[in-house]
């Protein structure tokens, strides 16, 4: 955990870095790239605030959060400085630029940061693992980014006025370079696509029609299992190896893998029954002596670490061929052990009332199981019974002595287990004193059928009068569910998505001819996946009708939030293509990058379309307004869009150990966020334009409406 924590401070200091030179690279002059560089901390600082008082820790959802945050962090900072910069290049004053360059952008920063954080509103109602993974993280977000709105409305504007100054210009040198020049290049562009609508839109059909596609062959899966460098195995020989044997072939594995795995950085094993409560509690279960755990943790990256996962599995495959009559099986220690679980990936639930006929169902399907490309470690719940020694009473001849079968089982119990016989109190403390038989009288079968029985006609009687034991072997365990029996196959899986093995499997389950009242059903990470992404389904419809309804309202118009949010199925576009070229199956962690996209990538569209409406209620022609907003707002759009990028860019990468499971979101948001600003710099303003001409007609259209029913009414009134 500490791994992944640290992991994830690098990754903020390196998207710190990246946003600051994002900043500079835009604005060339140190003082605004400062100004704006600044805001960070102190959105970071309101944000520490507030989760302390909200009672959340830094773990690794709230600090990946930050981290995410980070570049989103600037972007209202970014548009203020950048406004009153313009301004400054105007003539105005500093204090009048500074003033004027935020109320210009007012409606459009809240708008954009309202709408960046009302999308985790629906988590409130949420209820199932995905509120629990991901509420502290929606609400860390909320924090930071609320706080850097305040900190772009109040410390921004003040530094600006009093240090943002232009640079003294040489004289006779035009002050028209570089970037005025590629502002000049997109008005032109521009200008094309407005003249070519329809050109425009069947492109953007065609690119949407490719996302559907891709979406639709993409393979899913739960959550990607960070790999920390941390494995463990549990070994089974046959069933009555004694311990002795069973250490010498944990020996033998001991040196194979310090001989196969130079970077082994620590390994501990545990051979048949922990004599501590404290490592069995840990250990889980206990164990028989033909069974032992091997945990082997591996170098870090950073300290010369080269072996991974794939490597300790060819280990274990190899070793497992080795040793033919041993039964190895690898137990993750990622996720799930983070979750506080050992759920296996694949376990498909079996449901019957007879115990034999469910072991052979279960039995059959496993081996068939053991054939789908990428399963390992199949196993069934009841795969291999426990000995046991049961002990038969003869009911003729515990009557003849008076007795019944409850007072035999009850003197068998309290020599073995004991009873409580009273209470030991101590400084407020109470201690349970049990009476039970001493070690030496309860170790062995012998001894047990010397227990005595009293009968009620005054004499003593040992228990081998009356029955005797028998060796059986009887279930592991007999597992219920819903009041029915239940047998389970479990088995791990490799790398290869969790959507194609079920798909194999469900297969299986189609041809495999059950028994009439025997059911199965999906369980283990899929059915977590099935109600993660329901859920999440949800969440997404909601944010688009939340983020539709403060659009609405902010900009008093039914019409313009359609055009804003049309940029969202191109954020779809770059998501999906680059989950795809990164083969990267959509998981939990890159639906929430998707519910993320729906209100970052609006927020491009908010400070482009602002203009456009300003300039338009100003008396500028609509052709003339898009594209001096164009122009105007790009430098902008380009920089908030690159400073979110980069402040992700360390997760979509995963160069720390641990840092695997963000990283489908941080694809997600990378390439949602490279498509929609290109496309939202061509594409929002031809629908603009069409949903503005839709809006015009339905004016006319209810304008003759009633001006058709006024005469009617006139006519009635005479």
């Not at 459009?108 to 995905?130: E, M, R």
């Not at 004289?171 to 329809?198: C, E, H, M, V």
């Not at 052709?623 to 907003?629: G, Q, Y």
């Amino acid at each position: 955990i500490l791994d992944s924590l640290n992991a994830l401070k690098r990754a903020a200091y390196e998207g710190a870095a990246g946003a600051a030179a994002v900043l500079f690279l835009f604005l060339i002059h140190l003082t605004p790239a400062l100004i704006i560089a600044i805001s960070i901390p102190l959105s970071l600082f309101v944000g520490f605030i507030c989760m302390f008082f909200a009672g959340y820790t830094f773990n690794m959802m709230t600090l990946g959060a930050l981290v995410i945050a980070l570049g989103k962090l600037v972007d209202d900072s970014i548009v203020v400085v950048e406004n009153t910069f313009r301004h400054l290049q105007l003539g105005k004053e500093p204090k009048l630029a500074a003033e004027e360059g935020v109320r210009e952008v007012a409606i459009a920063i809240t708008a954009a940061t309202l709408v960046a954080v009302i999308i985790f509103l629906p988590l409130a109602f949420i209820k199932g693992l995905s509120a629990q993974l991901f509420r502290a993280f929606a609400a860390s977000i909320f924090f930071t980014l609320m706080g850097s709105l305040l900190v772009a409305f109040t410390i921004v504007p003040m530094l600006s006025s009093r240090f943002l100054r232009l640079p003294e210009q040489k004289p006779g040198k035009k002050r028209k370079g570089l970037w005025t020049r590629i502002q000049d290049s997109y008005g032109n562009f521009l200008a094309w696509t407005l003249d070519n609508r329809g050109k425009v839109l069947i492109i953007a059909f065609l690119i949407l029609a490719l996302t559907v596609v891709i979406a639709l062959q993409m393979p899913t899966s739960f959550m990607t299992d960070p790999d920390m460098g941390q494995y463990e195995a549990s070994l089974k020989l046959p069933v009555g190896t004694p311990y002795e044997q069973t250490n010498k072939v944990v020996q033998k594995i001991e040196k194979k893998l310090k001989k196969n795995f130079k970077d082994l950085d620590r390994m501990f094993e545990i051979v048949g029954q922990p004599a501590e409560a404290r490592m069995m509690a840990m250990h889980g279960s206990s164990q028989g002596t033909h069974e032992a755990r091997l945990v082997i943790m591996l170098k870090k990256k950073s300290e010369g670490g080269v072996n991974r996962l794939p490597q300790v599995r060819a280990f274990w495959d190899e070793t497992a061929k080795e040793l033919p009559a041993a039964k190895i099986t690898t137990i993750g220690m990622g996720l799930e052990s983070q979750l506080g679980g050992e759920r296996r990936p694949i376990e498909i639930k079996i449901f019957g009332d007879d115990l034999d006929r469910l072991k052979k169902i279960a039995d059959d399907l496993a081996k068939q199981v053991e054939k789908v490309d990428g399963a390992r470690d199949v196993k069934t719940s009841i795969e291999e019974g426990t000995p046991e020694q049961v002990m038969y009473f003869d009911r003729t001849r515990l009557s003849s002595y008076g007795l019944v079968t409850a007072q035999a089982e009850m003197a068998l119990q309290t020599a073995l287990q004991g009873e409580i016989a009273s209470l030991y109190r101590e400084a407020g403390d109470e201690f349970n004193i049990r009476v039970r038989f001493q070690d030496q009288y309860r170790k062995q079968l012998k001894d047990l059928s010397d227990v005595p029985l009293s009968s009620p006609f005054g004499f003593s009687l040992p228990v081998r009068d009356v029955g005797d034991f028998r060796f059986e072997i009887g279930p592991a365990q007999i597992e219920r569910e819903n009041a029915k029996r239940m047998v389970k196959v479990t088995a791990n899986k490799t790398d290869r998505p969790l959507s194609e093995m079920i798909a194999d499997i469900n297969k299986i389950l189609t041809r495999y001819p059950f028994p009439e009242r025997y059911l199965y059903e999906f369980g283990g990470e899929w059915e977590d996946q099935q109600e993660a992404f329901h859920d999440l389904s949800i969440m997404m419809l909601l944010a688009v009708l939340l983020v539709y309804m403060v659009l609405a309202s902010l900009y008093e118009s039914l019409i313009h939030p359609f055009t804003i949010m049309s940029a969202i199925p191109f954020a779809f576009t770059g998501a999906v293509i680059a989950l795809w070229i990164t083969r990267t199956p959509l998981d939990v962690t890159a639906f929430i990058g998707l519910v993320m996209l729906v209100g970052i990538v609006a927020t491009n569209s908010i400070v482009l379309i602002d203009f456009v409406i300003e300039y338009h209620r100003q008396g500028m022609p609509r052709r003339e307004a898009i594209i001096e907003a164009g122009r105007v707002r790009l430098r902008p759009i380009l920089m908030t869009a690159l400073t979110t990028m980069l402040g992700v860019f360390p997760i979509a990468l995963a160069m720390e150990e641990g840092m695997e499971m963000q990283q489908p979101l941080g694809i997600a948001v990378v390439g949602g966020l490279f498509s929609s600003t290109f496309l939202t710099l061509l594409i929002i303003p031809v629908v603009y334009t069409i949903f503005d001409d839709v809006a015009e007609d339905l004016t006319l259209l209810l304008r003759r409406i009633l001006r058709r029913e006024k005469p009617a009414e006139q006519l009635f009134q005479k």
